[in-house]
């Protein structure tokens, strides 16, 4: 298993630098983050053996299932689901170092009131709705300046970064053009030298479209099924169960 997994890894590093190459940038200058939903804390920790350093989940209760046997294993965490501000008070329990999906500011405050009381600060990046899609997270593009002004005004929170799902398409210009918006947006908002904003970071492509992303400026790439395998539940039961409550 840790022989896949290894062989795995080895591809998705080889298709990072021969985008990269294509594009003109650095391997130093792309992240590889492990995106582990549904996969079991011991298929993990191989993953992490074999070298890699940055995990992602998209449930509070997923990262508290797998934090014990994790735990030792040198790693660092990051939240890359939708989060309900019922978990606020859980997720901060479990050394996440960033929340890469801040979509609006209610759930800002209420994560920034918190973590005042308990004395800490957070690491976030605002997540883009870039597809537009009902059935994806994140702010609207539009709102998305507005909201990071927003947000740069609480004091726990540290913006690092911007984040976003592409579409999913077999039609790579259309996926393309949702992480040049993204990276439109970054650009503007850098200019505005919001103070306490930081966002050199921006969050994007997945296993099919990593190479579009980092040619479109990508410092974190999110892969998930190419390294751990196909998962059985859809993507839209992390991605949209609160918009299927409503
Ligand atoms: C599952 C997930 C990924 C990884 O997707 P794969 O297609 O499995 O590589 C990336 N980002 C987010 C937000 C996810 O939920």
Same mark, same amino acid.
Request: aromatic share 6%; glycine share 6%.
């Given at each position: 298993?840790?022989? +896949?997994?290894?062989? !795995?890894?080895?591809?998705?590093?080889?298709?990072?630098?021969?985008?990269?190459? #294509?594009?003109?940038?650095? #391997?130093?200058?792309?992240?590889?983050?492990?995106?582990?939903?549904?996969?079991?804390?011991?298929?993990? *920790?191989?993953?992490?053996?074999?070298?890699?350093?940055?995990?992602?989940?998209?449930?509070?209760?997923?990262? *508290?299932?797998?934090?014990?046997?994790?735990?030792?294993?040198?790693? +660092?965490?990051?939240?890359? $689901?939708?989060?309900?501000?019922?978990?606020? =008070?859980?997720?901060? =329990?479990?050394? &996440?170092?960033?929340?890469?999906?801040?979509?609006?500011?209610?759930?800002?405050?209420?994560? !920034?009131?918190?973590?005042?009381?308990?004395? *800490?600060?957070? @690491? &976030?990046?605002?997540?883009?709705?870039?597809?537009?899609?009902?059935?994806?997270?994140? /702010?609207?593009?539009?709102?998305?300046?507005?909201?990071?002004?927003?947000?740069?005004?609480?004091?726990?929170?540290?913006?690092?970064?911007?984040?976003?799902?592409?579409?999913?398409?077999?039609?790579?210009?259309?996926?393309?053009?949702?992480?040049?918006?993204?990276?439109?947006?970054?650009?503007?908002?850098?200019?505005?030298?919001?103070?306490? &904003?930081?966002?050199?970071?921006?969050?994007?492509?997945?296993?099919?479209?990593?190479?579009?992303?980092?040619?479109?400026? /990508? +410092?974190?790439?999110? &892969?998930?099924?190419?390294?751990? $395998?196909?998962?059985?539940?859809? @993507?839209?039961?992390?991605?949209?169960?609160?918009?299927?409550?409503?």
């Amino acid at each position: 298993m840790k022989d +896949t997994i290894q062989h !795995n890894i080895n591809i998705i590093n080889e298709r990072i630098e021969a985008a990269c190459l #294509r594009s003109g940038r650095q #391997r130093s200058e792309v992240q590889l983050l492990l995106a582990t939903k549904t996969v079991p804390a011991d298929r993990i *920790k191989l993953a992490l053996e074999c070298g890699e350093l940055l995990i992602a989940e998209n449930k509070v209760q997923e990262i *508290k299932e797998k934090y014990e046997v994790l735990k030792s294993t040198q790693h +660092t965490k990051h939240f890359i $689901g939708h989060l309900q501000s019922n978990k606020i =008070k859980d997720i901060l =329990k479990y050394d &996440v170092a960033c929340i890469q999906s801040i979509d609006r500011f209610e759930l800002a405050e209420k994560l !920034n009131q918190r973590l005042l009381f308990e004395g *800490k600060t957070m @690491d &976030v990046f605002v997540q883009a709705n870039t597809s537009y899609e009902e059935s994806k997270f994140g /702010a609207r593009p539009e709102d998305l300046i507005p909201l990071i002004e927003q947000i740069a005004g609480l004091e726990a929170l540290r913006i690092k970064g911007l984040m976003t799902i592409g579409l999913f398409s077999a039609e790579a210009e259309k996926v393309r053009k949702c992480f040049r918006l993204l990276k439109g947006l970054q650009e503007q908002a850098k200019a505005l030298n919001i103070p306490q &904003v930081q966002l050199d970071e921006l969050s994007m492509g997945m296993s099919n479209d990593l190479e579009i992303a980092i040619e479109e400026g /990508a +410092t974190i790439i999110r &892969v998930g099924t190419a390294i751990f $395998g196909e998962r059985i539940y859809p @993507d839209s039961y992390y991605w949209n169960e609160a918009k299927k409550i409503k």
